[in-house]
């Protein structure tokens, strides 16, 4: 069954809808334009974590010497936080940028006529 969950042009790049379906929740995110969708439960301790901050990546240049000296934001890279506990995953992969292996379960997306539906 899909359900409806906005008009895609009241989803704007960097916006989220999160929506129930029936007992399940699932986390419509725009990110560089594309749409994302994402069940609302963390792989840590099944958090909302469709419901965290948003921010771009946190990365630490090592310069030639292996050293590092700063950290610094990637611009291209956008990183849900679980408010539970603090579990980072990439909006668009779904991954954990430690662990590959711990990951989002995406949920069915799709645009029908200008509007978005998702299947739980
Ligand atoms: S439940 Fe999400 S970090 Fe613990």
């Not at 419509?28 to 334009?33: D, L, W």
């Not at 771009?56 to 610094?72: H, S």
């Not at 539970?84 to 990439?90: K, R």
Request: hydrophobic share 30%; with cysteine.
């Amino acid at each position: 069954m899909r359900y409806y969950v906005a008009e895609e042009s009241e989803i704007g790049d960097g916006e989220r809808r999160v929506v129930s379906c029936d007992g399940k929740e699932i986390g419509v995110f725009r990110v560089k334009g594309r749409l994302f969708a994402w069940h609302n439960r963390c792989v840590h301790q099944n958090g909302p974590v469709c419901q965290g901050r948003i921010y771009n990546r946190v990365v630490e240049p090592v310069a030639e010497d292996g050293t590092t000296r700063f950290q610094e934001y990637d611009a291209e890279t956008f990183h849900l936080v679980c408010p539970w506990h603090g579990y980072e995953y990439d909006i668009e992969t779904g991954q954990h940028p430690g662990n590959p292996r711990v990951r989002l379960r995406a949920a069915k997306l799709e645009i029908e006529d200008g509007s978005i539906y998702v299947s739980a």
